[in-house]
């Protein structure tokens, strides 16, 4: 579905070289929910901005279902981790969704339908008239998926999409995000730094080295499919496979300290 | 209700105090170049509630209008298209430096050779001296469009005409209505003065002759008018400021916890 080859990307500027990300290959096979977790600075943004076609790699390729990503392609939506700039402050709750749906030509019936669909689907059934800075942060990245799933993508990928929410509002929305990919049936990559948060919500975790980044370990999260914040958390597996990512996450911060 | 009232009288107390010392201060004046503020007030309907509102003040307040108008349009759209290719900003900005320091009433003389003595220098006058703060902030606003909002629609194919309109436009528009309130103000004077060369109708040809007459309490009335139509203008630039920017002072004042 979606794959990224030998993707390679450098920063060249003002006499400074960084080399953000060093060889990465991986695929995200249709309909599954994969977590790309590494140490801060490892170019998670990076590779997320590749994939989406907003960034040009210096050498490699993302394709998404056979076709080379060169710029943002057809169905595919992100989430971006800055809901409150991610957000059009002078449009309502409705249009926000709506806007997306109107830019690609969807009959008007249509629209209304997807747009009350995805708002009630992420709690926000009452909130349509409402502008997004009258919302708290928690309940406008709500918006943000609301936009996303109306969209009908068949990829969606999330950049750290709760890392500047508190942490009760984000269980909610992980169980939410969980809710969405089950729900809607749509291919999931989700970047965050958060191991717990990673191993909580994947299939499969994929982790990876400090820069320039490699993939360390692709691991398959056999958790079953039915969560909750309570009993996963507490299940012993669950403490096995975070204590697993956890050490190989140390592993990649140190060498990236030493070389 | 007793907000808007409070901030009614806070608005008009210290122009009641001021017209007040006037009024007493001037009141038993007989300088011949300070009238009583009462005789002023006093020849005040019989000199604007007369013919003048339809021979001076309205052709003053069209030529302000269409002025305005014309600048903000093309002010917006010079901006536009300015502030968001880096080749055209490149290639004008010296010259638009060049051409902004060029105080507007020296273009008088230049403006009667090309356009005559007509509406038409008049309105030239107007637009050239708008122009510019609406240009420059537009420009500026352009620039400052939020990178996640233009990711955003690059991501969901937003594009052409309803990306300029959603983004781009909007996003400046905070900007642009700095640029408009400041063309406005620079607008009324170059209203007067394009009406103080050659001129046979409008409110600073009104006073200029009303000076050359030496009809005093006149002139005087004539000056407390611009003064009064600036305020209403300024009124209305806030009324409409607040339908359009009714979601830049709400997001300003902060998110809402609920």
Redesign the interface.
Known sequence: MLAVEELHKVYDGRGRRVEAIGDLTFEVEAGSFVCVVGPSGCGKTTLL?CC???LAPTSGTVTLSGAPVT??P?G???V?Q?YG??L????RVADNVD??L???GVAKATRRELVGEALGAVGLADAHRA?P?????G??QRVAIA?AIA?QPRVLLLDEPFAAVDAQTRADLEDLIRDVWRRFGMTLLFVTHDIDEAVYLGQRVIMLTSSPTRVAEDLPIDLPDERDQLTTRGDPRFAELRGRVYAQIQKAKLEGRTT | MSGILARVGYALALPVVLVAVWWFASAGSTDFYFPPLSRIVAVFPDTWLSSRLADDVLPSLTRLGIGYGVALLAGVALGLAIGSNRVVAAVTEPLLEFLRAIPPPVLVPILILVAGIGDTMKVLVIVSGCLWPVLLNTVDGVRAVDPVLADTCRTYRVRGGRRWWHLVIRSASPRIVTGARQALSVGIILMVISEMFAASSGLGYAVIQFKDGFRIPQMWSGVILLGLLGVLLSVLFRIVEHRVLGWYHGSRDGPRER
């Open positions: 901005r989406a076609g907003l710029g943002p057809e595919l939506a992100v971006f800055e700039r991610s059009f402050p002078w449009l806007l997306p109107r830019a690609a502008y800075w009258q919302l708290s942060g309940m406008q936009r969209y």
